[in-house]
């Protein structure tokens, strides 16, 4: 008896569950006309999402165009490429960083877009079009750029640092952490080696394991996002990450600082583009234009504390972080930077290979 | 001929998800990046061999922690009162509720510096590091896969006959004599199927040393991760010669137990 009546409990509670499922999506339905919808996908945690009292952009998108957002992520450029090339999931908008816009353009995997129905175009500043990885500037609107910095903690390292030569010191052996991958990590090598890493070869690449194996003895770790428990919990001295990262981390530590090394750094953007197998094409290029819009971009900006090439979302931001020199570096540091854009598939199959060869040996 | 159509759902879903994925891996490991046939990647696979075997060490550490660990306890329990055993068992059962990942971090802040275990440790003078070395990485996947020990060895205790147990005291023997001839032996399947579940998730495990581990801890788990960016082919011939090795773990094991069994 009891086990019966068990059962015609849990299965009220089942249906219930789905009427109120049901009820909810056919109310949201009503709500807003149908638009159609557009699959974005996107980096993990790369929108402002409504924490820290922000805007919810996505909400807001969905309110006021009435088009329904699939929003789903993922963790690599590599990953992104698999789905794209290897799956028959359909995107209509997809953020890859400067070295996959370049692969997508080659393999001829993107749309080319109409920038009538992206009027907010017209904000983005100078630098940030025309991309190196797309010159004629016809596949891609620029949605975030940053460089790669040190972030390091002022009790255990005295004077800030200004060559990536830091992440070799062996006083603070370690006490260093290395950033657990192999394009960034081979870029930081071929600097501190007097390699411009945009034009790098194999032999160049050979030259930077070197000096990485020299570091590794010297190294806590290798670590990505673990970088953030790490640097903000005081476990480690110093590390090399992105520059958005390095202010939020910041934020939670009072101990740590930012340095920039003073000979230039890897500047690297992500853009918005739309892929071959997009089925919403205008509903794509409505959320591109959506993204920019001053004050949508500003909250990104806010959220992600990553550069924004959107000149009027910069003039809405707090002055802390507009005049923020991790955040926004000045125009002069900026043409010291190298933009680390394609190099070969094979080359970078090599640099993968030897990278990870340095961490099996 | 019933039960046979019964089975086709599980024999479709083998076919899809375990076989397909199976063969593609081997068409990979055995061909070049242009799809010509070629054993070049099982040389580049060949140059983790030293990954590979700490790998497949770490994994038999912690698997025989875990049997160490997990045996008395299992047999503790099959002692206990019957509403004592669930509750026991919950207790093993809650942790797994919780995701992976976060166990793992949970494990990274209870050894790292100034954490829990060394603030405790320090107060009592004793200074070290807990975290990024081979110790932790072991030490995590003990926690991790200890419920996937005991279960399987309980499961199949609890169901060994009081009667033989009686039996075997009615003729005299003392409580050592009982484990060793009648319980002990009854409970090697449960032993075999805890070792296997532990060894085979352990040995290819990938993100605890990660999050455990130091420089050298990298095991063949993260090497395959990393390398299938950019080099599906000795990706997948790294996994496949994983596999194989799994196979004959297997295999050995089996043929341990039937004899084991039979004696």
Known sequence: MKKILSLILSSVLCASCAACFAGCGSDSGSKTENKGEVNVYNWDEYISDGENDLKNVIEEFEEETGIKVNYTTYSTNEELYNKLKNSNDSYDVVVPSDYMISKLIREKMLLELNFDNIPNYKYINKRFKNLSCDPDGKYTVCYNWGVTAMVYDKTKVKTKPTSWDALWDKNLKGDILMINNSRDAMAIAMQTLGIDPSKCTKADIDKASKKLKEQKPLLKKYVMDQVFNDMEGGQAAIAPYYAGDIAMMMEENSNLDYALPSDGSNLFYDGFCIPTCSKNKENAEAFINFMHKPEIAAENCKYLRYGCPNDEAVKLLPDDIKNSELSFPSDKYLDKCYVFSDVDDDVYAYMQDQFVKIQAD | ?263
């Open chain 2, 1 to 263: 001929m019933k039960t046979r159509k019964l089975t086709i759902p599980y024999i479709i879903w083998m076919l899809v998800f375990t076989m397909i994925p199976i063969v593609m891996i081997g068409i990979t490991a055995f061909t070049d990046k242009s799809g010509n046939f070629s054993l070049a990647n099982f040389q580049s696979a060949f140059h983790y061999s030293g990954v590979f075997t700490k790998s497949l060490l770490i994994a038999l550490i912690s698997t025989a922690i875990c049997l160490v660990v997990a045996y008395p306890l299992a047999y503790m329990m099959t002692r206990m009162k019957k509403s004592t055993q669930n509750t026991v068992i919950m207790l093993i059962m809650i942790p797994m509720w919780m995701n992976f990942l976060l166990r793992i971090y949970a494990w990274v802040i209870l050894l790292q510096k100034n954490g829990p275990i060394d603030s405790a440790l320090s107060m009592l003078g004793i200074h070290g590091t807990y975290i990024g070395n081979t110790a932790a990485v072991i030490a995590g996947m003990v926690y991790e896969y200890l419920p996937f020990m005991v279960l399987p060895i309980y499961t199949v205790m609890s169901k060994i006959d009081n009667g033989l147990i009686e039996a075997a005291q009615d003729l005299g023997s003392n409580n050592a004599a009982v484990f060793g001839k009648v319980v002990f032996p009854l409970s090697i399947p449960g032993i075999i199927s805890g070792i296997t579940m532990v060894f085979v998730p352990s040995a290819s495990t990938f993100l605890v040393s990660q999050y455990l581990g130091g420089t050298d801890d990298i095991m063949i788990g993260d090497v395959i991760d990393k390398i299938f960016w950019t080099d599906q082919n000795t990706g997948s011939a790294i996994s496949l010669v994983m596999m194989v090795f799994i196979f004959i773990f297997l295999v050995i094991m089996n043929l341990f137990g039937d004899e084991e069994a039979i004696a």
